[in-house]
């Protein structure tokens, strides 16, 4: 089953062929990606916006740039339509850095872009309340494939908030390589979860007209963090180097 069967539609609205979003369960991915003869990790959580659906709907298209996104180099409009049941459908190409782990980059391609292109699919209807997001990255897939599917509706519980349930399925076909792959993308996919919701908030804030300095200060702790984590990184190689050297002493 190929990717486009299992996650997208053709439909046709006012003569125009739009993409609509097939809602699947996780089982389907497993099952078509394990008839691929590829292994899938499997991620799936919930976060809560103290803000209102119509409030995160809004900041979805407005949430770039913001001092967690970075990474996002760019994003364009491919399509978007209203539907006659009156939903919003659009997809959008994103430009992302795409940095690979230092032990990782000795197996890759020296003129492997550091740029990677993500489509993003979503539905908003206005009248269950609900929109559906899918994304999936388009570059270098064979290395490591990243595909997320999340759904914004009303909490329940209070329904000035939103919830955001998320899932998301990475693999590999790397052979050889491709449980690392996965641990990698699975490791690298939670800390962007983290930094997604952190964007969010911040946009939230400044829709709101509140100042968002506390978002402030955590990115700048989160961004001394990454420093002294890829400080530490460097130390270990040039540590792994100086021991080769001495082995052939």
Excluded at 50 to 69: E, G, H, K, L
């Amino acid at each position: 089953m190929s990717h486009s069967a299992l996650f997208h539609r053709e439909v046709v609205v006012d003569n125009a062929y739009i993409y609509a979003l097939n809602v699947i369960s996780n089982q389907d991915v497993a099952k078509a990606k394990k008839e691929e003869g590829t292994m899938v990790k499997y991620f799936a959580c919930m976060g809560l916006l103290r803000s209102s659906w119509d409030q995160v709907c809004i900041a979805f298209w407005q949430r770039y740039p913001n001092p967690y996104s970075n990474h996002v180099l760019t994003e364009d409009i491919i399509f978007r339509e209203v539907t006659p049941a009156n939903s919003l459908v659009s997809r959008r190409l994103l430009t992302k850095t795409n940095r690979a782990p230092r032990w990782m980059e000795k197996y890759l391609p020296v003129t492997m872009a550091r740029q990677a292109y993500i489509i993003e699919d979503s539905i908003v209807d206005p009248q269950s309340r609900k929109m559906t997001t899918l994304t999936w990255n388009i570059s270098h897939a064979r290395l490591m494939s990243v595909e997320e599917r999340c759904e914004y509706r009303i909490n329940p519980d209070n329904p000035s908030w939103t919830e955001i349930n998320r899932e998301a399925w990475i693999s590999s076909k790397l052979y050889g390589l491709s449980r690392a792959v996965q641990e990698f993308g699975l490791a690298r996919f939670k800390a962007s979860v983290t930094k997604t919701m952190k964007g969010f908030e911040y946009v939230l804030a400044k829709m709101q007209g509140e100042t968002p300095s506390r978002t402030l200060t955590e990115h700048a702790t989160d961004r001394a963090r990454e420093t002294a984590l890829a400080a530490k990184e460097k130390a270990k190689d040039l540590a792994s180097q100086a021991q080769k050297k001495q082995q052939f002493v």
